[in-house]
T-cell receptor, first 107, second 115 residues
Framework: GQNIDQPTEMTATEGAIVQINCTYQTSGFNGLFWYQQHAGEAPTFLSYNVLDGLEEKGRFSSFLSRSKGYSYLLLKELQMKDSASYLCAVGDYKLSFGAGTTVTVRA | SAVISQKPSRDICQRGTSLTIQCQVDSQVTMMFWYRQQPGQSLTLIATANQGSEATYESGFVIDKFPISRPNLTFSTLTVSNMSPEDSSIYLC????????????FGPGTRLTVL
């Protein structure tokens, strides 16, 4: 089975940096995904890590350590539109999701 | 990226009835999936929709309750049968892209309320 943990809520100020941690325990590992979900909308793909290390995509970066069962999503230069839920998921074609972290960006 | 549409976008249904949700993709995809997102919760995989064969269900989900069809590589339906208020949820279909990397796209979702 899969056990995926991430904080429930985080709050940060516009322009700041926020790091969302995700720890997982899985029977097998094929990759780790981060999704962004605005209220009332479908999740949108942010990043995919299958090897250890940091993947950078603009203001968003994602890190993976397979030996530690740990990942984080780093959001830099926060904007108001980044207020959303961020979902950590593991799997390959079939994904198991964490409960999501609600990030609130304040002016 | 794949463009996915779902019908209906939302519905309010009576207990004991059934609702069929349609998912249409703008390109042929090998793998299609159905997820459920209950109020305030994260996504849970219901089943993999297999083209030309029976769907593969995850633990806790059965074909009698959630029959799935996949007649071709661009279309699938999920039926929520004999509904109860506990079935009130958002139902999303997703497809696997697999071009550059393991990217999955989600449809806009169907918001179901059962009274």
């Amino acid at each position: 089975g899969q056990n995926i943990d991430q904080p429930t809520e985080m709050t940060a100020t516009e322009g700041a940096i926020v790091q969302i941690n995700c720890t997982y325990q899985t029977s097998g590992f094929n990759g780790l995904f981060w999704y962004q979900q605005h209220a009332g909308e479908a999740p949108t793909f942010l990043s995919y890590n299958v090897l250890d290390g940091l993947e950078e995509k603009g203001r968003f970066s994602s890190f993976l350590s397979r030996s530690k069962g740990y990942s984080y999503l780093l959001l830099k230069e926060l904007q108001m539109k980044d207020s959303a839920s961020y979902l950590c998921a593991v799997g390959d074609y079939k994904l198991s999701f964490g409960a999501g972290t609600t990030v609130t960006v304040r002016a | 990226s794949a463009v996915i549409s779902q019908k209906p976008s939302r519905d309010i249904c009576q207990r004991g009835t059934s609702l069929t949700i349609q998912c249409q993709v703008d390109s042929q995809v090998t793998m299609m999936f159905w997820y459920r997102q209950q109020p305030g919760q994260s996504l849970t995989l219901i089943a993999t929709a297999n083209q030309g064969s029976e769907a593969t269900y995850e633990s806790g989900f059965v074909i009698d309750k959630f029959p799935i069809s996949r007649p071709n590589l661009t279309f699938s339906t999920l039926t929520v049968s004999n509904m109860s208020p506990e079935d009130s949820s958002i139902y999303l279909c997703s497809v696997h892209s697999g071009r550059e990397y393991n990217e999955q796209f989600f449809g806009p979702g169907t918001r179901l309320t059962v009274l």
